[in-house]
């Protein structure tokens, strides 16, 4: 298995509080990822990182803000938590070259609640 | 719109059969394909991919097949297990380094013994 961890894996908060999730990797992989998964939606891009302190944006990146100052941690910050952020939300991790550059690899996943 | 359609919410197959998953693309700039299967409670596993200048791909019991033109792709599962079980997504993407994958909305697939 890839090394990524996620922290926390499960997380419970109230409305208009900030979050922040974790994602740690020990690959040295160059590219990281944030998505959420929601029924009906399959995975969807929230952010993604191509190097330290460089992010960008994905296709459903508003409320959402993004940091990576080394290049084994992404974070991943609600700054006001909707109930709309309620989500299983996922960290990737790929390579930037070789054969398997396309390949994403997935953590386990954090369960948030936003009531 | 959605650029990955699976349009098979759920498929349900006999132990030994084969389960044959399908999805759909309209994105023509797609030119690398890959199948993910989740277990509930964890993340994604990559099972197997396909570059657009293949039509077919093999790993053991799994392949993948790509026909472009049609802009459709499939997996073939032989024989199909128990531990089959999950939901398969397909995913797509460019071949540049560092893009993003779009994902489909998952199949969820049942195998029984």
């Known amino acids: ?115 | 719109d959605q650029q990955v359609k699976q349009n098979s919410p759920s498929l349900s197959v006999q132990e030994g059969r084969i389960s044959i998953l399908n999805c759909d693309y309209t994105n023509s700039m797609f030119d690398y394909f890959l199948w993910y299967k989740k277990y509930p409670a964890e993340g994604p596993t990559f099972l197997i991919s396909i570059s657009s200048i293949k039509d077919k791909n093999e790993d053991g019991r799994f392949t993948v097949f790509l026909n472009k033109s049609a802009k459709h792709l499939s997996l073939h599962i032989v024989p199909s297990q128990p531990g089959d079980s999950a939901v398969y997504f397909c995913a797509a993407s460019a071949q540049q380094a560092g893009t993003a994958l779009i994902f489909g909305k998952g199949t969820t697939l049942s195998v029984s013994s």
């Not at chain 1, 960008?56 to 940091?67: L, P, T």
């Not at chain 1, 290049?71 to 790929?94: H, K, M, R």
């Open chain 1, 1 to 115: 298995d890839a090394g990524i961890t996620q922290s926390p894996r499960h997380k419970v908060t109230e409305t208009g509080t900030p979050v922040t999730l974790r994602c740690h990797q020990t690959e040295n992989h160059r590219y990281m990822y944030w998505y959420r998964q929601d029924p009906g939606h399959g995975l969807r891009l929230i952010h993604y990182s191509y190097g330290v302190k460089d992010t960008d944006k994905g296709e459903v990146s508003d409320g959402y803000s993004v940091s990576r100052s080394k290049t084994e941690d992404f974070l991943l910050t609600l700054e006001s938590a909707t109930s709309s952020q309620t989500s299983v939300y996922f960290c990737a991790i790929s390579e930037s070259g070789g054969i398997s550059k396309n390949i994403q690899y997935f953590g386990a996943g954090t369960r948030l609640s936003v009531l």
